[in-house]
């Protein structure tokens, strides 16, 4: 979160979800964020009960790809636009892999 120019992040407050389907029901209540797979969110995404709110430059095929989601209402917290922009940011400055030996 400091990537995203965020210092006084509370991580306490960050939630482990056990299953992909509980996080993105945490999302559809209005409680989280997620990161979930296409094939889980695809309804939800089409009928407006999430959203995506922006396009990774990753290519890969839908099946395979992940979207972050997250109720309209949402949309302009202050925590998930500083989420969204560091994650935005990790995606476009990926760290080298590390090497053996």
């Known amino acids: 979160m400091a990537a995203a120019g965020v210092?006084?992040?509370d991580d306490s407050?960050?939630?482990v979800f056990g299953t992909s389907t509980d996080a993105v029901?945490?999302?559809?209540?209005?409680?989280?964020?997620?990161?979930?797979?296409?094939?889980?969110?695809?309804?939800?995404?089409?009928?407006?009960?999430?959203?995506?709110?922006?396009?990774l430059g990753i290519r890969v095929p839908p099946e395979f790809a992940y979207f972050l989601v997250y109720p309209v209402?949402?949309?302009?917290?202050?925590?998930?636009?500083?989420?969204?922009d560091w994650l935005l940011n990790e995606v476009h400055n990926p760290q080298p892999e590390p090497t053996l030996g």
């Open 13 to 15: 407050r960050t939630i």
């Open 25 to 55: 029901q945490a999302a559809l209540d209005g409680n989280a964020v997620a990161l979930a797979d296409f094939a889980m969110v695809a309804s939800d995404l089409s009928e407006g009960r999430l959203i995506r709110p922006f396009e």
């Open 7 to 9: 210092d006084d992040f």
């Open 73 to 84: 209402a949402s949309a302009k917290d202050a925590r998930i636009v500083a989420f969204r």
